[in-house]
């Protein structure tokens, strides 16, 4: 059975299915089983526990919403359940999980031809291979559409040139999916680990994502064949509907790690005692910021169940996401900075989960399109005018 006992003050868990908890009840345990004993060291240790990738593909984990090649073929909400899960147990495997399942097998999936779909999608879904997706250059984050990674038609091919940085998984995938300049408009590749002119290296001296993969792509005079590019995809449009999939499940996932914390500065606040031997949890400050962390996690809840519900009969849009993106990852960080609060000196140490976690939703805030930038695809969908620039 699972030790962690969920976050649920409104009764939302009468809103789910049998199905829906059941999926989240996996994915709770395999947490609670194979993530926690190990993720401290992995954080400590600047590592990603790449053992845990074979049992993320056995449980359906990978690609989860995709039918077909293997998948799962979940919904969008039993699929935030699961992201929730795996970002209470670290930000760093849901990313893994995110960059797989929605910026690899779904453009694939979305995009590709018929024989890409057959040769990636049965191996990224079961953990046989790694993928990871290079829209981010040195230059350009959040306004990829600046990109100067380019990609020219020469014979039976393309030739890629250009750099790539921030990008999870980078040098452990066997496939990249790289988002180029043509001609013809940006286009996505899949370029495989071993291409001649690709290469790749790690980033380091994270303090934060530190149990997860990141890297720089460097592809020079870098010759893939023809079939090597996905043929639906053309335009930004292509990358940006990749990343609403991401973003859909950070939305979700943000909401695990919150939990996370929320829980641990309770449970302390109840036994911690100061002041005539009472616990800290019976001071009125102490259980403001309580009343605020699960206040504003049950909003974080109903929205990404509202979300979830209009994506799984194919309604949400970018504009959406943007909002759940937004305000529960801004949401995740506030409740990790109150939870290190009420833990006092404890607070910064590894033996809680509190300060791993606010460390992960710093980059959980700047990535997948920062805090900034969702505020303005709001601010157009509101006014109808774009303020990006
Ligand atoms: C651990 C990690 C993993 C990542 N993984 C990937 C990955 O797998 N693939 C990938 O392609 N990328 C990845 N990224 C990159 C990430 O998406 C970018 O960092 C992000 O888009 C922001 O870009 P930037 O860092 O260049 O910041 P910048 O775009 O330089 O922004 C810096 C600041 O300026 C603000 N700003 C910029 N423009 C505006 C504006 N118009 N109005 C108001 N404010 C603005 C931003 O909000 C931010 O506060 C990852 C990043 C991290 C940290």
Not at 2 to 27: C, N
Not at 29 to 56: M, N, S
Not at 100 to 105: D, E, G, K
């Given at each position: 059975m699972s030790r962690f006992p969920g976050v649920d003050y409104l009764m939302i868990d009468s809103q789910f299915s049998e199905q829906e908890l059941m999926v989240r009840q996996t994915a709770r345990q395999f947490v609670d089983e194979r993530v926690l004993p190990l993720i401290r060291d992995c954080f400590r240790e600047g590592r990603f526990p790449a053992e845990l990738i074979p049992e993320l593909g056995r449980l359906g984990f990978l690609g989860a919403t995709l039918p077909g090649y293997g998948c799962a073929g979940m919904s969008h909400v039993e699929y935030g359940l699961i992201m929730q899960e795996l970002e209470r147990g670290d930000s760093g495997l849901r990313s893994f999980v995110s960059v797989q399942s929605a910026l690899v097998m779904y453009p694939i999936f979305t995009y590709g031809s018929e024989e890409q779909k057959q040769r990636w999608l049965p191996r990224l879904q079961s953990g046989e291979a790694i993928g990871c997706f290079g829209l981010t250059e040195p230059g350009f984050g959040s306004n990829p559409a600046g990109m100067l990674t380019r990609a020219r038609h020469d014979g039976a091919g393309w030739i890629l040139d250009g750099e790539k940085t921030w990008i999870t998984n980078g040098s452990v995938a066997g496939v990249a999916l790289v988002w180029a300049r043509t001609e013809d408009g940006i286009r996505g590749f899949l370029v495989e680990k071993g291409t001649p002119g690709f290469s790749s290296s790690d980033l380091h001296g994270k303090l934060s994502m530190r149990a997860s993969v990141t890297s720089s792509l460097s592809f020079s005079e870098c010759r893939v064949p023809e079939s090597a590019m996905l043929p639906g995809a053309k335009g930004l449009k292509g990358p940006l509907a990749c990343l609403t999939q991401a973003r859909f499940g950070i939305g979700w996932g943000v909401i695990g790690a919150a939990m996370d914390c929320y829980e641990t500065a309770r449970s302390y606040a109840v036994l911690r005692k100061q002041f005539d031997d009472?616990?800290?949890?019976?001071h009125q400050l102490v259980q403001e910021k309580l009343a605020h962390m699960i206040t504003e996690i049950t909003k974080a809840q109903l929205l990404a169940l509202h979300v979830g519900r209009l994506g799984d009969k194919g309604k949400f849009d970018p504009a959406h996401i943007s909002m759940l993106k937004r305000n529960n990852a801004a949401m995740a960080l506030d409740c990790a900075r109150l939870s290190r609060d009420l833990l006092g000196a404890n607070g910064i140490m590894d033996e809680y989960p509190v300060m791993r976690h606010l460390c992960n939703l710093e980059t959980v805030k700047t990535y997948e399109g920062t805090d900034h930038i969702h505020a303005l695809v709001i601010g157009e969908r509101v006014t109808g005018v774009a303020a990006y620039k």
């Amino acid at each position: 059975m699972s030790r962690f006992p969920g976050v649920d003050y409104l009764m939302i868990d009468s809103q789910f299915s049998e199905q829906e908890l059941m999926v989240r009840q996996t994915a709770r345990q395999f947490v609670d089983e194979r993530v926690l004993p190990l993720i401290r060291d992995c954080f400590r240790e600047g590592r990603f526990p790449a053992e845990l990738i074979p049992e993320l593909g056995r449980l359906g984990f990978l690609g989860a919403t995709l039918p077909g090649y293997g998948c799962a073929g979940m919904s969008h909400v039993e699929y935030g359940l699961i992201m929730q899960e795996l970002e209470r147990g670290d930000s760093g495997l849901r990313s893994f999980v995110s960059v797989q399942s929605a910026l690899v097998m779904y453009p694939i999936f979305t995009y590709g031809s018929e024989e890409q779909k057959q040769r990636w999608l049965p191996r990224l879904q079961s953990g046989e291979a790694i993928g990871c997706f290079g829209l981010t250059e040195p230059g350009f984050g959040s306004n990829p559409a600046g990109m100067l990674t380019r990609a020219r038609h020469d014979g039976a091919g393309w030739i890629l040139d250009g750099e790539k940085t921030w990008i999870t998984n980078g040098s452990v995938a066997g496939v990249a999916l790289v988002w180029a300049r043509t001609e013809d408009g940006i286009r996505g590749f899949l370029v495989e680990k071993g291409t001649p002119g690709f290469s790749s290296s790690d980033l380091h001296g994270k303090l934060s994502m530190r149990a997860s993969v990141t890297s720089s792509l460097s592809f020079s005079e870098c010759r893939v064949p023809e079939s090597a590019m996905l043929p639906g995809a053309k335009g930004l449009k292509g990358p940006l509907a990749c990343l609403t999939q991401a973003r859909f499940g950070i939305g979700w996932g943000v909401i695990g790690a919150a939990m996370d914390c929320y829980e641990t500065a309770r449970s302390y606040a109840v036994l911690r005692k100061q002041f005539d031997d009472r616990p800290i949890a019976s001071h009125q400050l102490v259980q403001e910021k309580l009343a605020h962390m699960i206040t504003e996690i049950t909003k974080a809840q109903l929205l990404a169940l509202h979300v979830g519900r209009l994506g799984d009969k194919g309604k949400f849009d970018p504009a959406h996401i943007s909002m759940l993106k937004r305000n529960n990852a801004a949401m995740a960080l506030d409740c990790a900075r109150l939870s290190r609060d009420l833990l006092g000196a404890n607070g910064i140490m590894d033996e809680y989960p509190v300060m791993r976690h606010l460390c992960n939703l710093e980059t959980v805030k700047t990535y997948e399109g920062t805090d900034h930038i969702h505020a303005l695809v709001i601010g157009e969908r509101v006014t109808g005018v774009a303020a990006y620039k």
